[in-house]
Nanobody
Framework: VQLQASGGGLVQAGDSLRLSCVASGRTSNIAAMGWFRQAPGKEREFVTAITWNGGGTVYGDSVKERFAISGDNAKDTVYLWMNGLKPEDTAVYYC????????????WGQGTLVTVSS
């Protein structure tokens, strides 16, 4: 399975942005897809995830009420809707997938940079 993330860019505080992640290959093995981010000088942080069947979602505390994840199984695509962006949301955002019978996210996309100016 390969993951291709896109949609990053430079925005101002308060703006909205949508990231996309397209999965290709043996996508029938995917149990869940998620987004993580890593800001300069910081550790990677969990943002949100969605189960591939059923659509259950979970969010990190720092993005609750502002970000939303959705999936389109027909297009093998997951979206990250980011609203009310803050400068502290500036990071490289990575799309990841967890395959069936795996407890960790073991497939990663290349990342897309989101920069929020104040």
């Amino acid at each position: 399975v390969q993951l291709q993330a896109s949609g990053g860019g430079l925005v101002q505080a308060g703006d909205s942005l949508r990231l996309s992640c397209v999965a290709s290959g043996r996508t029938s093995n995917i149990a869940a897809m998620g987004w993580f981010r890593q800001a300069p000088g910081k550790e990677r942080e969990f943002v949100t995830a969605i189960t591939w069947n059923g659509g259950g979602t979970v969010y990190g505390d720092s993005v609750k009420e502002r970000f939303a994840i959705s999936g389109d199984n027909a297009k093998d695509t997951v979206y990250l809707w980011m609203n009310g962006l803050k400068p502290e949301d500036t990071a490289v955002y990575y799309c990841a997938a967890r395959r069936l019978r795996n407890s960790r996210y073991d497939l990663w996309g290349q990342g897309t940079l989101v920069t929020v100016s104040s």
